[in-house]
């Protein structure tokens, strides 16, 4: 029996909330706290509202004082900013999830990601990256369309742009690298070679040497039906996606996952954390579009329910490397995630709507707050996400029905979501 650590999750969103409640349920877990947390986290854990995930600082404070000695990171500022290398320093005993600096430039940098599948031979679409327009305007020339222009840096899951006319390209090139479009993450500009294909998602918890593969999913990122219109962080989800087979798999283990954990490696870049690998399947090939440095949202919000084993001595075989002990259980049922929005997401949405019905949804129906505050005994909006619903049952269909159901129950002014998560799969 391990000791219990007092727990420590950063971030306010619907990912953490999944967090919370698996890590609420884990042996290994005392005290749980999340910094800042939400409306919803507040039924697994104390939330810290006063504590920003970014200001390493106040992060510091809370550990010392909460005597944390798990430390679970949701978003990916921080670790791209560096908050694992400062609080080694200052914590040498603390549990960290989530990878230094240099190993979260695999999201922090698009041009670092392509660099490194380069020199480890990871399958990706061909690309050049461009710091003046000129360049990357006559480069539009030389290759089909569509084109894929991609912000260098982080611009939270919105600086990808995919264009089928040759002077939009140009403008928005223009747009991005002159005009500020995204600001610093834009001033350098991944171009990239379209793959026609399916998007998946497959998660990897890493401890530098070994890893173990947590359940796969496909999210949907378009605010329309039939993804159509603007990205979003993220409309919905289902695990596991029909098309990804034991075949596609294989190959996703040996070209993608294995390369890249030895590329770490090799590159002696000590990567203790989760790797989200953004994969697109291309007529039974599998190809990277991306890596985050963490969790995805809302993918930890369908795939963290279908883990049946403690995902808190996960966490902990993470940071003291041995993953290779480690047996995941993961539940038979598919899941599926629905997210409800704010009217007008993902451009300027109102908050501050009164949440009701959550009391007539069913128990067996997840509910994961994102973008929600309390007031009193009120529930608020307070995001541009504002709720993820689960479901689990046999066939992804039927959990998408009983998440449909549950969202019927609840109302907020301007209540917003896709109707149609999961429509092109069998």
């Known amino acids: 029996m391990h000791s219990q650590l007092h727990t420590l999750i ?24 999340i910094a800042p947390g939400n409306g919803g986290t507040l039924n697994r854990a104390t939330n810290l509202p006063d504590v920003s995930p970014n200001n390493v600082d106040q992060v510091a404070e809370a550990i010392e004082k909460h005597e944390i000695g798990l430390l679970v990171v949701g978003p990916e500022d921080p670790l791209v900013n560096g908050l694992r290398d400062e609080l080694e320093q200052r914590f040498p005993d603390l549990a960290i ?32 990256t461009f710091t003046d327009v000129a360049s990357a305007q006559a480069y539009i020339d030389e290759i089909q369309p569509p084109y ?12 990808v742009l995919i264009i089928n006319d040759a002077e939009e390209a140009k403008a928005a090139i223009d747009d991005m690298l002159e005009g500020g479009k995204f600001g610093d993450a834009g001033s350098r500009l991944v171009i990239e070679a379209f793959l026609d294909g399916i998007e998946f998602i497959v998660f990897a918890a890493v401890d530098g040497n070994s890893y173990v ?21 993220g409309m919905g989800a289902i695990s596991p996606p029909p098309f990804v087979d034991h075949a596609l798999m294989q190959k996703v283990e040996e070209r993608i996952v294995k390369p890249t954990i030895d590329g770490l490696a090799k590159e002696k870049i000590d990567y203790r954390g989760f790797i989200f690998f953004g994969l697109i399947n291309v007529g039974g090939e599998p190809y990277v579009i991306e890596y985050n440095c963490r969790m995805g949202d809302p993918e930890t919000e369908v795939v963290l329910p279908r883990i ?3 995902f808190g001595k996960l966490c902990l075989a993470i940071h003291n490397q041995t993953l290779h002990d480690y047996q995941i259980e993961v539940r038979k049922e598919s899941a599926a995630t629905v997210m409800v929005v704010s009217g007008g ?4 949405y109102e908050k501050n709507k009164e949440i009701s019905g959550l009391n007539q949804v069913a128990d067996d129906i997840l509910i994961f707050h994102a973008g929600t505050k309390r007031e009193g005994n009120k529930l608020l909006t307070n995001g541009g996400r504002v709720m993820a619903f689960t479901a689990l049952d046999d066939h992804y269909k039927h959990a998408l029905m009983q998440a449909y159901n549950a969202i019927n129950k609840i109302c907020y002014d301007g209540i917003y979501y896709r109707k149609d998560i999961g429509f092109d799969l069998p």
């Open 148 to 159: 894929v222009l991609k912000a260098d840096g982080l611009a939270a899951g919105k600086g």
């Open 345 to 348: 997401y993902p451009e300027a």
């Open 97 to 128: 999830v989530g990878p230094g600096k240099q190993g979260a430039e695999l999201e922090g940098s698009k041009d670092f990601a392509k660099q490194f599948m380069a020199r480890n031979d990871i399958p990706t679409a061909a690309y050049k």
């Open 10 to 33: 950063l971030g306010s969103g619907g990912r953490e909330h999944a967090l919370a409640t698996q890590l609420s349920q884990s042996d290994v877990v005392g005290n749980l706290y």
């Open 308 to 310: 049946s084993s403690d």
């Open 213 to 233: 593969l947590l359940p796969t999913a496909k999210d949907y990122k378009r605010i329309g039906e039939g993804d159509t219109g603007l990205n979003t962080g």
